[in-house]
């Protein structure tokens, strides 16, 4: 099993649309959770992170199940500008323990919003 | 510009040949992380460093490559003798705590003819 799935999309939708992405994780002691976005050929970027008690941003909400291992992202009222790739992300502890974490990310999954 | 800086943007090289690519972290930044992204790919994690101590490393890198941070603030991914295989974008990444979120630079593209 990968240690980060994602929804393999690729997910177009209409401008205005509401869309959601899940995500899930095998290691139960993940630290912290992040969703990133990455533009065509650019580096990823911090999108939000991600708490149990679920948080939003706008019109972004995110939302942790520790139980589960299940992590979300819902975008509503969609844009054009939302149009990229969107990366789950774990925080792990590195093999050589202390404070020590490495990000391990999914594949990503393509959004294109359409006018 | 405060972020993560890397250069250079692109490496074109011949197979056989060595690269060096170099990143300068958020300067407040003690933890640096070098990731290799592929086509299709989400970012895989490479080698981390906590000041100029390497503290972890990946399997994906080989004994062809290496990596250092001999003072604490900027790093140097090397490759070795470039196989077609390491055609990838190479990701550097920092952050002030481990459990915080890094940030990431532009990324240096490498293709191998």
């Known amino acids: 099993r990968k240690e980060v799935e994602q929804d393999p999309g690729p997910f177009n939708v209409p401008e205005g649309a509401t869309v959601a992405f899940n995500c899930t994780y095998s290691n139960s002691a993940s630290q912290s959770f992040f969703w990133y976005r990455q533009d065509c050929r650019k580096e990823p970027k911090l999108l939000m992170s991600?708490?149990?008690s679920g948080n939003e941003d706008g019109r972004f909400t995110a939302q942790l199940n520790r139980a589960s291992q299940y992590i979300s992202l819902l975008i509503r009222d969609s844009k054009l500008s939302d149009s990229a790739t969107y990366l789950c992300v774990v925080n792990m502890l590195g093999n050589s323990g202390g404070s020590n974490y490495k990000l391990t990310f999914g594949k990503g999954t393509l959004l294109t919003v359409n006018p | 510009d405060t972020g993560v800086s890397q250069n250079p943007r692109h490496k074109i090289t011949k197979r056989g040949q060595n690269v060096t690519f170099r990143c300068d972290p958020i300067?407040?930044?003690?933890?640096l992380y070098w990731y290799r992204q592929t086509l299709g790919q989400g970012p895989e994690f490479l080698t981390y460093f906590q000041n100029e101590a390497q503290l972890e490393k990946s399997r994906l890198l080989s004994d062809r490559f290496s990596a250092e941070r001999p003072k604490g603030s900027f790093s140097t991914l090397e490759i070795q003798r470039t196989e077609q295989g390491d055609s990838a974008m190479y990701l550097c990444?920092?952050?002030?705590?481990?459990?915080?979120?890094?940030?990431f630079g532009d990324g240096t593209r490498l293709s191998i003819l």
């Open positions: 300067s407040e930044h003690n933890r």
């Open positions: 990444a920092s952050s002030s705590s481990g459990n915080q979120p890094q940030h």
């Open positions: 991600v708490y149990s």
